[in-house]
Each structure stands twice: as structure tokens, then as C-alpha cells.
């Protein structure tokens, strides 16, 4: 699907139907593309949980109205007015660029370390969802601290309006504020632990770029962890010892997290947590570590492995 500038009439509806990263964010383009915006929350496969067990929004409903927009891509809306800020070949993640071209570019930023440019959030040579990408590359999903600061302050505080249930938000408050500080790392590892061939293709690979970066940080750094994953807090406990690794006591776990309700509400308090870290150590690809940063307002430094 490709992302089509849309005119902005006075209801749009997201009904995207992928996971919890990927909904957040056709919401927030659907606030931006209308002067009402609804959202049509289906349960599925990959969605146990109701918008109402989640968020206190007034904005659920169950299906899209008649002459109503509908928003459905996990990508952020680009309309024409933002091309300007936005030139063309921008996009690192998924765009068109041929894999030579960007095996190159990556390795001159190896050997240069040139650690501000384009190639810092490309990991070669893994192209993503060619079939919703614009030919000109004018995307700006996955670019974390690459982003123009004009969309940042046209995104921010769509984000902002987003409010979680009450008592959702309490649990991860007060872990929070017994728990974190402002030196505390954020690592949130997607294993793609359903999906057997992107497991082998994108988790394997990445693991060792992880591991190599923690190997590198301050040997006092404490790490938040986050993942899909109850292994992977275990193996970084085991790497680092108890003390370093921090992660929310779930009453859920993680392998299966995505398959019920109470699951996917400590998802959500994961992601909440993800995004008071200022530093983050994030998964390639994962929307999940995304939607983090934009909640914690789109200044946390970022790296991709």
C-alpha cells in the first residue's frame, strides 16, 4: 500500500489491524488528517484487548461510517504540505535504494564513523515492506533523531492526547518512581518469536549487534529491558548480573503476551516505561520502540541494532 496524501475531511477513521505499535500510530495520523478522528479497534490475532481496556479516548467505534476516511497503514501520514520539509530518498527503512548502493553507504559509515548520518539507523541489507513504499522515499517511520524537527512538533503532541486508562497508567507511575532514573538505558528487544522466518532473518543477526553494545556502554550502566521475550531477560541477567537489568514484574509472560487481554494491558505499561528512558537500545523495524519514543516526546537519543 502506498502512502497517499490525504484531503482532510471532517471524520477519519484508522483501521489499522496489526499489532499495538502500528494502531497507535495510524491513530495519531487519523487526529492529524481530520478535524474528528475515530478509530475501529478490532480484536484479532494480533490485538486481544478492546480500545476501551486500554485508553479512556472517547474515540471507539466499531465500524467506519459511511463517507467517512479511512486511515489503515502503519506508516505516518506525509501530505503535500510536508514534502517541503522532507526531500526526496529520505527514508532509510524500506526505501527503494538499490542493495549495493546502500552496502556502501553503510560501509563508508563503518570505516568513517560518521555516527550523524543516514546510515546510523540502516541495517543493511534488510529492505522492509517494499509494497508501501513511496518511490521518492518521503517516509518518516523508523527515523527516530533523523526526523525534521517540523514533524516532530506536527506529531509530538498528537501523541499527547493519547491517554491511557487510569489504572494502567498508575502501575507504571509508581514502579517507575521506585524503580528508574534518568541514567537508566532502554532496550527493547523484538525476537519475532511468531514468526519463525523473521526470527532467523532479523532477531539472530540483531542479538549480536545488542550484545555488543551493551559490551560497550559504562560497566555501572543499568538497563531497562523490554522484549517479547522471557528469555532474553533472562540471558542479559545472566551476561550482566541482577542488578544491571531491570524490567517490569509482569504477572503475564511475555512468549504469549500478544494472545490475551491482561497480555497485551502489560504491553502497554512496558511501552509506557520504554518511553521515560532517554537513552534506547532499539530493535530494527519494531513500531513497538517507535511509538516509546514519540511518547517520551521525541528526544530520546536512539540506537538501532
Known sequence: ??????????????????????????????????????????????????????????AAIDAVPSGATEYSSWRFAILPEDEAHLPRGFATVGAGAHPVVRGLGKALWTLTGRRTDRYRFMVFPKQHSRRSTRADARHIDLEYERIPQYFRDVYGPLFGRIRVRPEIAARATQWAAATLDPAVIGVQVRTWRDDPRRYRKYHV?????????????????????????????????????????????????????????????????????????????ASYLSTFSEVAWWLGGAKARVTVF
Open 1 to 58: 500500500m502506498t502512502t497517499v496524501p490525504i484531503p482532510s475531511p471532517s471524520l477519519v477513521v484508522s483501521a489499522e489491524t496489526a499489532g499495538l505499535g502500528n494502531r497507535l500510530k495510524s491513530w495519531v495520523s487519523a487526529m492529524r488528517l481530520g478535524g474528528e478522528a475515530r478509530v475501529c479497534w478490532p480484536v484479532n490475532k494480533n490485538m486481544p484487548a478492546t480500545f476501551g481496556e486500554l485508553f479512556a479516548n472517547d
Open 205 to 281: 543477526p540483531a542479538r549480536r549487534r545488542l550484545i555488543q553494545l551493551l559490551d560497550e556502554v559504562e560497566s555501572s550502566a543499568r538497563f531497562l529491558v523490554v522484549s517479547d521475550s522471557d528469555e532474553i531477560v533472562n540471558e542479559l541477567m545472566q551476561r550482566y548480573g541482577a542488578p544491571r537489568v531491570l524490567y517490569f514484574p509482569r504477572q503475564t509472560a511475555r512468549d504469549d503476551s500478544w494472545r490475551t487481554a491482561p497480555g497485551i494491558t502489560e504491553d502497554l505499561i512496558d511501552l509506557l516505561l520504554l518511553a521515560r528512558t532517554g537513552r534506547l537500545f
